[in-house]
């Protein structure tokens, strides 16, 4: 049933700001000492199986808590501890369509070609494949750069425009095929008729547009018409520009119905015809969100999330939404339970990062590199940067830096202190732990020539010694001495062991997985483990976990579920089925979270103030109720079926039955009053609490829970 807008907007806005109150309100209850005092000392079983299911997963299932409170809350936790010992398969099953996952970047360049790649072939760096799916991709992005040329030079060469700017890849929260649609025009280069009046021009474009949209619509009824395997031949055959005026003006809804009938591999073909780099990114978010749902492996994806926060990159920066497929994969996911050291290392050395941080591009201002640039003679055997050349076929004084050289020194930016400023700031120390500026340039020396391999191309690390800053630097008051890469693997070690690196990342395990200020008593202990056990991430959960801190009442229901975590909470906590998990990356967009999507290296905050507000609370409000009431795309979900094993005739009696499956039955009367109360509006229902003719609205109810207090906090 649709509901009034504006009376469900206003009901929503009633809860939504008793939220904000609540949730603010929380942070400084474990601070009133006479709340305290009579609040039980210790949790009850069914509490501490629900308090580990809401801080070590995305959220409990419908059955959960029985099962952990069953298996006992340690063994349960101690399970998780050792995600490789977790049958996954079922996730795998969900992940398998989607190919990109599991290639390395050569692999994600090569089936879904950026356009630098693109341009390669334009400029006859590079020859088109032979594949007649990957040709096609190809062509197809060939054909949309000509296009946009034919565009920019109809426009006239001195008229401001973005003909080269793909739009479909400009935001990587975008997913789907065709996004928008664009008049078609021929690749010919006649000038045009400044005669015409704008209104002319206005009125052609349109009947472009009309005319576009009537062939798409002519060959989407043409195609739906064919068995499956034939309407991918027939795409397939399709000339590139007609394939680039199809995807251009296909309807949304027809899009979405066309690549509904094709197998996975048949889909994404389609969707790499119109835009391979969206492919690449939307698979990776779709992904994260079916991971958190579905993942049997809970507390390894929860520390994924974390790590990967942590030691941020930003998808949006060029080579970056190729890297990052990887760098979850075989950098975050790969170490998020072992020790910090080797997750250092493996961040510092990840193509993901050099490039995010600018790394890859540091270069030592006295090394060989700046001194001669990518001189033809560092490639003879005799030419080394250490001594005398003897190199060139009449011997002679080592080379001079050529215009050539010059030219490459101008482009390359010297010594790049990005990273190193990162790595103490936000990887390790902290920001008050014991660095200075002076650190900072120093552990920039030595980390040039820590490089990439042609990062567009998804080449990987490599140490290149003619860019390493040569002679002994300070770190920290300690001498390094000079040796090549080796001296950014002492550093590392330093930091990864340094007391300020332990109390650091003990006091962010600690905001997330107890509370926004967390004790200093805790802290101090979890970085004793840190230190003892040289970095154990599973010692120092164990740690937390076993603290009076963490099972302290204060600590129940105390954090603020990020965006992440609300949605992929919801879908959890209803045992919706996700069948297209776009329709939530793009609702996350609207939170404010998109994924992957935090351009800062701070990572998206752990804290409540960073994510209540009015204005935020609304759109999880909103969000609640489109997937309470089944109308969540993607999504498969009837909210009656909660109630199945329940008799609940009225509304009061299936408010109850839901609190106990969507909140294990704790809830506020205060929150129970409030939701009561809005169904009792029939502005807000569309018909009183009391009709006993009709049965209760579960569907609004189960959305008014999802948006209660008690199920924003974890």
Avoid: C
């Amino acid at each position: 049933m649709h509901l009034p807008r504006k009376a469900l907007l206003a009901g929503l806005l009633v809860l939504s700001l008793a939220l904000s109150t609540s949730l603010v309100s929380a942070g400084n209850k474990k601070k009133d000492k006479k709340k305290a005092a009579a609040v039980q000392a210790q949790m009850d079983e069914r509490q501490r199986a629900l308090h580990v299911l809401n801080r070590f997963t995305f959220g409990p299932r419908p059955g959960d808590v029985d099962r952990v409170m069953a298996m006992g809350v340690d063994k349960w936790f101690e399970e998780q501890l050792h995600p490789d010992k977790i049958n996954d398969s079922a996730l795998e099953a969900r992940l398998s369509p989607f190919r990109s996952l599991n290639m390395d970047t050569q692999m994600l360049v090569e089936n879904f070609p950026p356009r630098q790649a693109v341009q390669a072939v334009i400029n006859g760096r590079a020859p088109l494949p032979s594949d007649p799916v990957k040709r096609a991709i190809y062509e197809s992005q060939i054909q949309k750069i000509e296009d946009q040329q034919a565009r920019k030079q109809a426009k006239g060469d001195g008229a401001p425009q973005a003909a080269n700017v793909d739009t479909q890849t400009a935001n990587p929260a975008v997913s789907g095929v065709g996004q928008g649609i664009s008049p078609v025009v021929s690749n010919s280069s006649k000038p045009p008729d400044n005669s015409a009046s704008s209104d002319q021009a206005n009125e052609q474009q349109k009947a472009a547009q009309r005319e576009a949209r009537m062939y798409a619509d002519l060959k989407y009824e043409e195609f739906m018409a064919m068995p499956a395997e034939k309407r991918m031949q027939a795409i397939l055959k399709m000339d590139a520009q007609e394939r680039e005026r199809f995807a251009r003006a296909l309807r949304p809804e027809d899009r979405e119905q066309l690549l509904a009938s094709l197998t996975p591999d048949q889909r994404e073909t389609v969707m790499a015809l119109a835009n391979p780099e969206q492919v690449v990114v939307g698979e990776l978010q779709q992904g994260k969100i079916l991971r958190a749902a579905y993942s049997e492996r809970q507390l390894d994806e929860v520390m994924t999330d974390f790590w990967f926060n942590h030691f941020n990159v930003f998808i949006g920066k060029g080579p970056d939404r190729y890297l990052i497929t990887s760098y979850e994969r075989d950098v975050i996911r790969a170490h998020a339970l072992g020790k910090f050291k080797d997750l250092l290392v493996a961040t510092a050395k990840s193509p993901a990062m050099l490039w995010y941080l600018d790394n890859w591009d540091s270069v030592g201002p006295n090394s060989e590199f700046a001194k001669y640039g990518n001189h033809p003679a560092r490639n003879n055997a005799s030419f080394h940067p250490r001594r005398p050349y003897f190199g060139g076929p009449f011997g002679g004084r080592p080379p001079v830096a050529r215009p050539q050289a010059q030219q490459q020194k101008k482009q390359q930016k010297g010594l790049n202190e990005n990273y190193a400023r990162e790595l103490m700031e936000l990887h390790t120390l902290g920001v008050d732990g014991g660095y200075t500026q002076k650190d900072v340039t120093e552990v920039a020396r030595v980390f040039t020539g820590w490089t990439l391999r042609e990062p567009r191309r998804g080449g990987g690390y490599e140490f290149d010694e003619r860019k390493h800053e040569p002679g002994n630097k300070t770190v920290l008051g300690q001498k390094i001495k000079e040796d090549g890469e080796k001296e950014g693997m002492k550093v590392l070690e330093m930091l990864a062991r340094h007391p300020s690196t332990a109390r650091f990342i003990s006091t962010k395990l600690a905001t997330r997985f107890v509370s926004d200020n967390p004790p200093p008593t805790l802290v101090d202990r979890m970085a004793e483990t840190f230190r003892k056990s040289d970095g154990d991430i599973r010692e120092v959960l164990m740690t937390m976990f076993n603290s009076p801190e963490f099972w302290s009442p204060a600590a129940y229901r105390a954090k603020v579920k990020t965006p992440l975590e609300f949605v992929v909470s919801s879908i959890r906590a209803t045992g919706a089925d996700i069948n297209n998990a776009r329709p939530l990356v793009q609702a996350l967009n609207r939170m404010g979270m998109p994924l992957y999507g935090q351009q800062p290296p701070t990572g998206y905050p752990m804290k409540a103030e960073a994510w209540v507000n009015s204005s935020a609370l609304l759109n999880r409000m909103n969000f609640a109720l489109q997937l309470g009431n089944g109308r969540m795309r993607g999504v498969e979900f009837n909210a009656s079926q909660l109630l199945a094993t329940s008799s609940s005739s009225t509304a009061e009696q299936a408010v109850g039955s839901l609190e106990s499956v969507l909140l294990a039955g704790d809830i506020s009367q205060q929150t129970h009053a409030t939701i009561l109360k809005q169904l009792a509006d029939p502005q807000v229902t569309g018909r009183v609490l009391d009709d006993a003719s009709r049965p209760p609205n579960v569907g609004v109810i189960a959305g008014l829970l999802l948006g209660s207090p008690e199920f924003q906090r974890r």
